[in-house]
């Protein structure tokens, strides 16, 4: 036992010792020098392992015009170059993928060939200076020794000398290709060059071939595995690694089942299509490929094979759609796109982008001013018109074939004028007028006055409805002008919000927190005119339990290495809703603690009330309540398309002006029946603590600051009501502490006994504004239950909303 021990600790003591030089010159792919015995139980076995053996059992069954073989002896010998003994396993897969497609001599001799290899490569010496061409050379040399022996126990022909020489030369090229592709996959942690990914392709062909004629029914494997491949490398790498891609697809199908050249042209050309339509994102991706199928189809191939082409380009196309987004982006990622030329890109797209935003500006301004153009002419000439118009058919259908027309329409048309002016002008002022009322003059000489007091009451009645609808076109082709005004100044300052973040894309972040076990549905970063990033979060609810604030949001601050906060301190997700939208701003001076109760009218369950929060650009946040018009279900869709369209607009840059008058628009122009619904929508930055008050038909709001409690005032009607409507906004600097309270009008109308309903809740908020917010909004609603009689007795929908500006928690990096 002590020699034994002792003999062991000698042995690498001498190793060490005498083999410095012969591990400077170590083979730099040769790789593991663990006994293989002990790796396969378990220190060689692994998935990637595995991977690789099976990839040879596909490369050995390709067989190249139907009876060359040079794939499987290439991989072998590439795969124990680079991978060392674990490479050993692809031996026996690659054998039995030969023995699944060949017979005979072919196979024996191509088993027999492998081994040799296998020898030949395991005598080369470990310091070899070019084992680039030493070990293609080798497996060159052993596919030509073992087949030509075995050749001369059968009578050959210069054919199959000729074949085998091929066959050798197959090889070692194969070889070649093999190696610095084994060799990239070996480090897949660092990107691919260019070289790599055409290797890589070039491999990934062979193991297509190497499926065969596999089918499912009428659907070729090898057809929807190589179109799958092709939509890939297009959508990652545009349209030039689309169309090498499928020039390689295509030449390795050509060269294993003798398929007509005109699939090379027909694989490069889809993926060139496909790779040209990757700005319209996947769907243009699957669509190019499909068109470039089907064009080409009409002269390529028989109208018999159409619907087999349909049916495998379809399925590769769906299989490309559904394809994980994290694959997809760590592939991008290894595809190795320059970070410099990356940006490159985004600068020219973003001068591209900034000067066709603003030609689509002039256009909407352009549009906006005929709009006004119109308005001022029309409404200038209307009032003249119509009445010279009304008096012109009058003469016409009375009067035309009249003995005494050119008396009263000639000779005397002032008088005739003035008359029936003077007639209308009766009408105008007591509803009707006969033929009685008409002047003197005019009823001695009138020979048909029943006949003209019925044409002109007809015509004044058809000339009122027709002013009446001229000014409502009118009126409404002004809200359309104001509001393709809006979107000019929207689109015109939109180029300036294209900034080039030089930190992660919301792919690289989701991915990394996906690493983290953490899952989000979707991801973005937007870059703000200062550089720095908000980051907007789309994920599944989690019920209240705040995982927004305790661990998304220190995860992306530790991972974007800058503090990051949510503008509101509490949870903002409402219950019924399968997913939870937020975003994150960088250095936050404040945030929100919200509070918000309420009830339908009578304790109903359906409530008319309608509110919502939404983080704007700038680290603003906004407070929408709305009131529909009545209660019940309808009210509450008036309030729901208010309190959504609102948010969605502000969302999108419309300023608080143009999106309270739009959603006026809205109101008053999609229904004929009366439909009105009250905005009560507060605008909050905070970064300075400034707010922006506006008020359409919404009652009161409450300012509490100390003891002290401020009133903020509407002055205007509902949306819905008028065409055009005043929207006048109230200003004020909040300071950390202050208390905003909002309320419907159901809750100021539980003190409709009180000479002054509104005195009652500013008297309750003096003694309560130390209170948490959620207490606050609980307990209004409930004083405002118990002072309406009880639940029962509730007048109205009642809703408070609670906002407390509060100082940001500064966040550790």
Same mark, same amino acid.
């Given at each position: 036992?002590?020699?034994?021990? +002792? ?48 990839? &040879? %059992? %596909? ?5 190249? %015009? ?38 005979? /001599? ?26 680039? @061409? ?18 001369? %126990? ?28 084994? @060799? ?47 939509? @890939? ?45 990757? &700005? ?10 499909? /068109? ?53 890109? +985004?600068?020219?797209?973003? =001068?591209?982008? *900034? ?16 709009? =006004? ?27 035309? #074939? ?7 329409? $000639? ?7 003035? !008359? ?16 009685? #009322? ?12 029943? $006949? ?39 689109? =015109? ?27 989000? $549905? ?7 005119? #200062? ?76 409530? *008319? ?20 018009? &009545? ?6 869709? +008036? ?49 300075? !603590? ?67 309903? $509104? ?55």
């Amino acid at each position: 036992m002590y020699l034994l021990f +002792e003999e062991v600790e000698i042995y690498p003591y001498r190793r060490i010792l005498a083999g410095k030089k012969k591990k400077k010159a170590a083979r730099k792919l040769g790789g593991n020098k663990k006994p293989f015995l002990k790796g396969l139980t378990g220190q060689i076995i692994t998935p990637a392992v595995m991977a690789l053996w099976c990839a &040879g %059992f %596909f490369l050995g069954r390709a067989i190249l %015009f139907g009876e060359l073989a040079p794939f499987g002896i290439a991989y072998i010998a590439a795969a124990m170059e680079v991978f060392g003994r674990a490479g050993l396993g692809t031996i026996p897969a690659v054998i039995l993928g030969l023995v699944s497609v060949s017979r005979g /001599l072919p196979l024996s001799s191509s088993i027999l060939a492998a081994v040799g290899a296998c020898l030949l490569l395991r005598t080369m010496p470990a310091g070899v200076k070019k084992p680039w @061409l030493v070990v293609p050379g080798l497996v060159a040399a052993a596919t030509i020794i073992v087949k030509i022996s075995l050749l001369a %126990f059968i009578y050959p022909s210069p054919y199959d000398y000729f074949r085998v020489l091929f066959e050798a030369v197959f090889a070692a090229l194969l070889t070649l290709v093999f190696l610095p592709a084994l @060799l990239a996959l070996k480090n897949v942690k660092r990107p691919f060059s260019r070289e790599e990914i055409f290797y890589l392709i070039l491999l990934l062909g062979g193991l297509i071939a190497g499926i065969g004629e596999l089918r499912i029914n009428i659907i070729s494997l090898k057809e929807v595995l190589s179109g799958l491949a092709i939509l @890939l490398a297009a959508f990652i790498g545009g349209s030039g690694m689309g169309a090498a891609t499928g020039a390689v697809m295509g030449v390795i199908s050509g060269l294993v089942y003798v398929a007509a050249p005109t699939l090379i042209g027909t694989y490069s050309f889809v993926g060139l299509l496909a790779g040209l339509c990757r &700005g319209f994102g996947r769907a243009g991706v699957a669509v190019g490929f499909l /068109l470039g199928h089907i064009i080409l189809s009409v002269y390529v191939i028989d109208h018999g094979n159409f619907i087999v082409l349909l049916v495998e380009t379809g399925l590769a196309a769906c299989l490309f759609l559904v394809a994980p987004p994290l694959l997809v982006e760590n592939l991008q990622s290894l595809a190795g796109v320059p970070l410099e030329n990356v940006l490159k890109q +985004e600068v020219l797209l973003k =001068e591209a982008l *900034g000067e066709r935003f603003h030609k689509w500006a002039r256009v909407f301004r352009e549009i906006s001013r005929s709009f =006004e153009q119109v308005s001022c002419t029309v409404q200038k000439d209307d009032q003249g018109q119509g009445l010279q118009k009304l008096l012109h058919l009058t003469g016409k259908k009375i009067c035309s #074939d009249c003995v005494l027309y050119q008396t009263c329409w $000639e000779r005397e048309l002032y008088k005739t004028y003035q !008359g029936l002016l003077d007639f209308l002008a009766l009408k105008e002022t007591y509803g009707e007028a006969g033929p009685e #009322d008409f002047p003197d003059e005019l009823r001695r000489r009138c020979l048909r006055l029943k $006949e003209l007091a019925i044409a002109i009451d007809c015509l004044y009645e058809t000339c009122l409805a027709n002013r009446y609808w001229s000014r409502r076109l009118l009126e409404n082709g002004a809200v359309v002008s104001e509001q393709l005004r809006g979107v000019a100044d929207i689109l =015109e300052n939109l180029p300036g919000e294209f900034e080039i973040y030089k930190g992660d894309t919301g792919p690289a972040l989701r991915r990394r927190l996906k690493e983290m076990a953490v899952q989000v $549905e979707n991801l973005t970063v937007d870059c703000r005119p #200062d550089g720095a990033a908000e980051i907007s979060v789309t994920k599944a609810a989690c019920g209240g339990r705040l995982e927004c604030h305790e661990k998304i949001a220190p995860l992306l601050t530790s991972l974007v290495g800058q503090p990051f906060y949510l503008a509101a301190t509490g949870c903002t997700w409402r219950e019924g809703e399968g997913s939870c939208s937020f975003k994150l701003f960088p250095a936050l001076n404040y945030a929100i603690a919200l509070g918000m109760a309420g009830i339908g009218k009578s304790g109903s369950f359906v409530s *008319g009330d309608c509110y919502s929060v939404f983080d704007l650009r700038g680290g603003r946040l906004a407070l929408a309540l709305s009131d529909g018009m &009545g209660v019940g279900p309808q009210a509450a869709l +008036e309030s729901g398309v208010t309190v959504s369209l609102l948010g969605s607009l502000l969302e999108c840059g419309f300023s608080q002006n143009m999106a309270v008058k739009t959603i006026n628009s809205v109101l008053v122009l999609r229904s004929t029946r009366e439909s009105f619904a009250t905005v009560d929508l507060a605008v909050i930055d905070l970064n300075n !603590g400034e707010a922006d008050f506006i008020k359409i038909g919404a009652p009161v709001s409450f300012l509490i600051r100390g003891k002290q409690v401020m009133r903020v005032i509407a002055n205007s009607l509902p949306a819905g009501i008028l065409e055009d409507i005043e929207v006048a906004s109230e200003k004020a600097e909040l300071l950390p502490g202050d208390v905003l309270v909002m309320v419907t009008d159901g809750v100021l109308d539980a003190g409709r006994q009180l000479e002054n309903k $509104e005195e009652w809740l500013a008297g309750v908020l003096q003694g309560i504004a130390g209170l948490p917010v959620q207490e606050m909004a609980e307990l209004i609603l409930k004083l405002g239950q118990t002072k309406a009689g009880g639940i029962a007795k509730i007048p109205d929908d009642m809703t408070v909303l609670v906002a407390r500006l509060v100082k940001q928690k500064t966040r550790a990096i």
